[in-house]
């Protein structure tokens, strides 16, 4: 699957005020990994910041008076996005901005939906942690994702760490091998043995260690992934394969 983390600044919080886009910036993900390919452009808003907006960006009106219109980067950046999934923490701001952006440009560009999906970080953020600050530095400290350098706000930036987030928020038993249970079932078939005239099988003694690192393990997946195979799975054993008591002794 291919996925766009993207990340916008603005000239104040309501794009319903007039506020307007002055920075895009996108990071492309490929199977959940990181491309290397980015998209990020600055742009004229063609009015002031709202008060506190400009601190929190670092820019300013004189900085961008030279750098292009929305208009004249819109079909780069569509071109980028198209058929993408889209990722964005608090999704409404950002696809609110730029649904407003594309009507300014005309009809024929529609809205954000029309070209990508969206998957809001955030909603996944309040899902596993209820009831917590779910900002994206307070996720970047939790989640271990280095963010020492954030001193302002800039798309870019704030689109590879929420990469980086999203994917540790994400991550779990996909990454060990849940990922593609069409792939899974084929390789059991593959290797799949008759089971009929099987006498007793041995019982494995494990060591105390390796089940402390089993354990360890697993509580790791419960914490990434919010849940575990393990805890709800059960082996049951038919009366046919099953082993007298005395000769698991």
Known sequence: MRQ????TETTGL????GNRVVEIGCVELQERRP???TFQRYINPERDFEPGAQEV???TREFL????LFAAVVDEFLAFIDGA?????NAAFD???????????????GRIRDHAMVEDSLDLARQRYPGQRNSLDALCKRLGVDNAHRQLHGALLDAQLLAEVYLALTAGQSEIGFASPAADAGRAAAVALPTTGLGPRPRVMVPEAELALHAARLETVRVKAGHCVWDVVSVVVPDSVAEPESALS
């Open 4 to 7: 766009i983390v993207l990340d």
């Open 14 to 17: 309501e794009w319903k005020k």
């Open 35 to 37: 491309t290397g390919r």
């Open 57 to 59: 960006t670092g820019l």
């Open 65 to 68: 008076a030279d750098k292009p």
């Open 85 to 89: 999934e889209l990722v964005i923490h």
């Open 95 to 109: 696809v609110g901005f730029l649904d407003s952006e594309l009507a300014r440009c005309g009809e024929r560009y």
